[in-house]
């Protein structure tokens, strides 16, 4: 099993920024793919960014140049750095994760972390 554990949501004025952690354990030998999405009441959830084991990073056109992903194979972590944030931010964001086990792939969500951009 594939544990995802996220951190760093909270409540922000806008203009400001949040960092966002994710960080996998278990036996995992390679994660492919790592993601943040985000989803607000009514609404179904977005993909906002994504890494590919590689390094090449993907946007979605709402955040670009705005939002940072990075990751750190060594750690099983990905980050999401949000900059100049908006109140049409607010969402809850989630990781997701795909990859391989020792026993097959996976693919895991983490439990969402709440971001508020609201003076």
């Known amino acids: 099993q594939v544990q995802l554990v996220e951190s760093g949501g909270g409540l922000v004025q806008p203009g400001g920024s949040l960092r966002l952690s994710c960080a996998a354990s278990?036996?995992?030998?390679?994660?492919?793919?790592m993601d943040w999405y985000r989803q607000v009441p009514g609404k179904q959830r977005e993909l906002v960014a994504s890494?590919?084991?590689?390094?090449?990073?993907n946007y979605a056109d709402s955040v670009k140049g705005r939002f940072t992903i990075s990751r750190d194979n060594a750690k099983k972590t990905v980050y999401l750095q949000m900059n100049s944030l908006k109140p049409e931010d607010t969402a809850v964001y989630y990781c997701?994760?795909?990859?391989?086990?020792?026993?097959?792939?996976?693919?895991?969500w983490g439990q969402g972390t709440q971001v508020t951009v609201s003076s």
């Open positions: 997701y994760m795909q990859g391989i086990l020792w026993a097959g792939g996976f693919d895991s």
């Open positions: 278990g036996s995992i030998l390679s994660i492919y793919a």
């Open positions: 890494i590919i084991s590689g390094g090449s990073t």
